[in-house]
């Protein structure tokens, strides 16, 4: 990205982590055909995925959600960063169900988050080595098993630490 539209970038996250709190980035998988969608279709190999950038700042972790569309991305991360600004705090093996989600949502700390939390270590001036940390939010299928379980026959959802951006 040239210098100029690097800080274009950066002035637009400023002002909605500012406005809102917290923004939402959209990272589009190699097939992504969500018309006038900005995420970087082709870029990735894996399935699209949604993170947060702004949590950090209130003493939480950054949440990263794969292969929702980005209008739920939008529901279920808003939901839980109402409930961060809000006072509570959510941690690696935490299971939360999302009011009009029918998913129950298991939160998973992510190992390599400098891999993946691009556009929030740019927020805070953060280097890939001391990344802002982030809690993988993965759901269960519509049979209720998760990713790691045997029968599970829902979205892929890399586990943590198998995925870079």
């Not at 169900?97 to 891999?115: L, Q, S, T």
Request: aromatic share 10%; charged share 20%; with cysteine.
């Amino acid at each position: 990205m040239p210098g100029r539209a690097i800080r274009q970038a950066n002035a637009q996250l400023e002002h909605a982590v500012r406005r809102h709190g917290w923004m939402i980035q959209y990272v589009g998988g190699p097939d992504c055909s969500i018309r006038s969608c900005n995420c970087a279709v082709g870029k990735g190999t894996g399935p699209p995925f949604a993170y947060t950038v702004g949590l950090f700042g209130f003493r939480h972790p950054e949440l990263l959600v794969f292969s929702v569309s980005p209008q739920r991305a939008a529901s279920v991360l808003n939901a839980f960063g109402e409930e961060i600004r809000a006072g509570q705090a959510f941690h690696a093996g935490d299971v939360v169900d999302i009011d009009g989600w029918g998913h129950r949502v298991v939160c998973e700390e992510v190992p390599n988050p400098g891999e993946i939390a691009l556009a929030a270590n740019r927020f805070y001036r953060r280097r890939r080595q001391q990344s802002v940390p982030v809690l993988q939010l993965t759901y269960d299928d519509d049979n209720g098993s998760y990713p790691w379980e045997e029968g599970y026959a829902g979205d892929e959802q890399p586990r943590p630490g198998t995925f870079r951006a």
